[in-house]
């Protein structure tokens, strides 16, 4: 069992790069539950990310997938200037690091 969601945890993140990588929005935006949560945080120093993207800086975060989608309709209807011209992407994806955090979470 443990194997077999490591393993799907794995795909996803290659799956979710491609997905990018292609530009197919739609499918991408389905990988995410009304509630995701998406958060990338900033660099506090030299060598601790901030950890509440509520009180400290973040380099993107939306609280549910709407805001993914709203980034996506920005995208496509060419409102969001930080994305004129859309940026090229290449995801490269290394052998992950995964921990298991209870039987079917990871």
Partial sequence: MQNDLIAAAKDL?????????????????????ESAEYWLPCWKDEYTLTSDPQ????????????GL???IYRIRTKRSLASTPLPRTCHIIQPACVTLSGD???
């Fill in 13 to 33: 993140v290659v799956l979710e790069g491609w997905l990018l990588d292609q530009r197919r929005w739609d499918d991408w935006l389905n990988l995410y539950l």
């Fill in 104 to 106: 079917d979470e990871i």
């Fill in 69 to 71: 989608e709203d980034r």
């Fill in 55 to 66: 009180s400290e800086v973040s380099l993107i975060y939306y609280a549910s997938r709407a």
